[in-house]
């Protein structure tokens, strides 16, 4: 049963109702994560890649207390253009509902929206993970809790850089969350195709991870998985140039105090200033592939399924 603030767009509802693969997208990347009107431009452009790879892309945010779960180009675009709006994750996605009020949803909240909808892959860019100096701030992003407990597979470029990136696999592994990297052994470092960890699991055919993927279920395993997809190479800033303007936006933040739910943010805004905006184009190709990977997966458990 969908419950009552779960709206779900006609073309995502009849997707559901025909078995055909539906694709779901966050959107705090959208109001958070990139300028307008980069963010909207790349919204759309997402959406045509899960379209392209055969899937119905169902991007999710909440609409003056409503979740919706699919969106049409008119609400795409206010979200995008709208600034302000609040960053829903798993701590505040009902509150927001309760009271009426408009905000995107990050991985973890997007993730909840797709296991209510039926909706078994979401792609995303990076997810969040453990913040550097995370031993003192205790900064642990929802995202890795929600994994946890919440079935549903996400592609992803890795984790960003700007995250200690040993520490966000560690607490992957307490919490038995399957860590899989497509076709390569490296753990992408999201604008880098490599961080230099070794991923704990590699995949190189969607079969392989549906069957794997299947198997979990039929165990009672709950939780969702962790597809870990490395930027395409033409668009990859090498580990190496990244470092130097994390470790610069990084220490700018910790200098002003930025905390909570705005670390994320500020840090991602800073980088871009920083990379003089190449780090903007190598973020869209990595989330345009990641949308093409997971259509790829979502039509492959759909066979799988017949
Ligand atoms: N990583 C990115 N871009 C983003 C985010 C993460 O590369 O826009 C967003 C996602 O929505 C993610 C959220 O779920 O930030 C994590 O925020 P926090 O660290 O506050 O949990
Ligand atoms: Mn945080």
Do not use: Y
């Not at 307008?36 to 055969?54: C, I, K, M, S, Y």
């Not at 892309?57 to 609400?75: E, K, Q």
């Not at 470092?243 to 910790?254: C, G, L, N, Q, T």
């Amino acid at each position: 049963m969908v419950p009552a603030s779960l709206t779900l767009s006609p073309e995502v509802a009849a997707a559901r109702a025909d078995g055909r693969p539906v694709v779901a997208l966050e959107s705090t990347v959208l109001t958070h994560g990139l300028p307008f009107p980069q963010n909207l431009d790349t919204a759309r452009a997402v959406e045509a890649a899960v379209r392209d790879g055969g899937a119905v892309p169902a991007t999710v945010a909440v609409f003056d207390g409503r979740i919706r779960v699919g969106l049409d180009a008119a609400a795409l675009e206010r979200l995008a253009q709208t600034s302000g709006v609040m960053k829903l994750s798993r701590a505040d996605l009902a509150c927001a509902v309760a009271l009426g009020r408009t905000g995107s949803t990050t991985v973890a909240a997007t993730m909840i929206a797709a296991r209510l909808a039926g909706i078994e892959v979401f792609a995303t860019g990076g997810i969040g993970g453990v913040h550097r100096g995370a031993e003192t701030s205790f900064d642990i992003s929802a995202d890795l809790g929600e994994l946890a407990r919440t079935p549903v597979i996400v592609v992803s470029a890795g984790a960003k850089a700007i995250l200690d990136l040993a520490k966000t696999l560690e607490v992957l592994e307490t919490h038995g969350i399957p860590v899989v990297g497509w076709r390569t052994d490296d753990f992408p470092a999201f604008w880098s195709r490599a961080s230099g960890l070794p991923v704990p699991l590699r995949l190189d055919d969607a079969a392989d991870l549906v069957r794997f993927w299947r198997v979990r279920r039929d165990l009672g395993l709950e939780g969702g998985l962790l597809l870990a997809n490395p930027v395409p190479a033409e668009a990859e800033i090498p580990c190496v140039e990244m470092e130097s303007v994390i470790a610069r936006a990084v220490a700018e933040m910790e200098s002003v105090g930025v905390r909570a739910k705005d670390v994320t943010p500020r840090l991602l805004s800073r980088i871009v200033e920083l990379t003089g905006g190449r780090s903007l184009t190598t973020n869209r190709a990595l989330i345009l592939s990641n949308a093409r990977l997971a259509a790829e997966v979502a039509g492959a458990l759909i066979s799988r399924d017949r």
